[in-house]
């Protein structure tokens, strides 16, 4: 049974940051790929960061590219969304996922809301 749990989401003024973090309950979590999605309010969920298994390769959208991290801690089993300089357009419900192989598996996400 694989349980994602993500926090850290709050409301936050436009220029500050915050950090999400994503803990996996699941066996072998270092096999795992992980990303972070969002959804802001009346619009699809959208992909906003992607980190390998192996951690050595991240991938980000252009909205988000410079201004997000995303990391990976195995000894902790968690994933990390480290987000500055936000903007009102940042504001969403952020979703976390894992994935292995051909399924993949999501939290039930967090929301952020950045206030201009």
């Known amino acids: 049974q694989v349980q994602l749990v993500e926090s850290g989401g709050e409301t936050v003024q436009a220029g500050g940051s915050l950090r999400l973090s994503c803990v996996a309950s699941?066996?072998?979590?270092?096999?795992?790929?992980f990303g972070w999605f969002r959804q802001p309010p009346g619009k699809e969920r959208e992909f906003v960061a992607h980190?390998?298994?192996?951690?050595?390769?991240?991938y980000y959208s252009d909205s988000v590219k410079g201004r997000f991290t995303i990391s990976r801690d195995n000894a902790k089993n968690t994933v990390y969304l480290q987000m500055n300089s936000l903007k009102s357009e940042d504001t969403a419900v952020y979703y976390c996922?894992?994935?292995?192989?051909?399924?993949?598996?999501w939290g039930q996400g967090t929301q952020v809301t950045v206030s201009s």
């Open positions: 980190i390998t298994w192996q951690g050595d390769n991240t």
């Open positions: 996922k894992a994935t292995e192989l051909w399924t993949d598996y």
């Open positions: 699941m066996q072998l979590f270092s096999t795992y790929a």
